[in-house]
């Protein structure tokens, strides 16, 4: 497995952008598929957007499909959320996680980056 680290969280009003970076230690990154996943206050962890090993296939949940995009740059260890027209029920702690190839395993993610949408 490797380490992995969220960046790029905030304060921003409804209709903004942000863009989040994970950064995983280690030279297994291309081996993982990686993933994003948010948390609200009082809810269950919860699926937002992966990208198989070569950032070719990419997968999101309803809710933010069209308004969000994940992409990989294996170089630099990293993956980012690409964040556009957030709404306040985005509001969340957004965790990265690595996962097996096939999409169907997800292991322990970072300790998460707070994203705050204000309406």
């Known amino acids: 497995q490797v380490q992995l680290e969220e960046s790029g969280g905030g304060l921003v009003q409804a209709g903004g952008s942000l863009r989040l970076s994970c950064v995983a230690s280690?030279?297994?990154?291309?081996?993982?598929?990686m993933g994003w996943f948010r948390q609200a206050p009082g809810q269950e962890r919860k699926f937002v957007a992966a990208?198989?090993?070569?950032?070719?296939?990419?997968h999101y949940t309803d809710s933010v499909k069209g308004r969000f995009t994940i992409s990989r740059d294996n170089a630099k260890n990293a993956v980012y959320l690409e964040m556009n027209s957030l709404k306040p029920e985005d509001t969340a702690v957004y965790y990265c996680?690595?996962?097996?190839?096939?999409?169907?395993?997800?292991?322990?993610g970072g300790q998460g980056t707070q994203v705050t949408v204000s309406s």
């Open positions: 996680a690595s996962g097996s190839p096939d999409l169907s395993r997800w292991f322990r």
């Open positions: 990208i198989d090993l070569s950032g070719n296939d990419t």
């Open positions: 280690g030279r297994t990154f291309n081996n993982y598929a």
